[in-house]
Nanobody, 124 residues
């Protein structure tokens, strides 16, 4: 099972940007399915973006055009660039990973490895 550690959260004003990072420890990082999820207080967990082992990505409608997911296989790292942040983006953000092939890799995949989360707070 992979070990994941998120960083890069913080507090910003609406319209600002943050870049989240997720450090991955484990084998065969480049073939993993990776995702970013978030959970706001009192709400369920929401899939934000995913990237498969071929580099194909998908995004939740609420973040399309504002967020970009990427990964660096050489550094075993996953990123989430968040631009034009809005108060509704306030949540705990988690990265997730599992050994799904591209055909099974999406935001509904049953990821087994999760980080501890990093808080993002966007002021109005």
């Amino acid at each position: 099972q992979a070990q994941l550690v998120e960083s890069g959260g913080g507090s910003v004003q609406a319209g600002g940007s943050l870049r989240l990072s997720c450090a991955f420890s484990g084998h065969a990082y480049s073939v993993y399915c990776m995702g970013w999820f978030r959970q706001a207080p009192g709400k369920g967990r929401e899939g934000v973006a995913h990237i498969d082992s071929d580099g194909l990505t998908s995004y939740a409608d609420s973040v399309k055009g504002r967020f970009t997911i990427s990964k660096d296989n050489a550094k075993n790292a996953l990123y989430l660039q968040m631009n034009s942040l809005q108060p509704e983006d306030t949540a705990m953000y988690y990265c997730a990973a599992d050994f799904f092939g591209p055909e099974y890799c999406n935001l509904r995949s049953p990821f087994n490895s999760w980080g501890q989360g990093t808080q993002v707070t966007v002021g109005s």
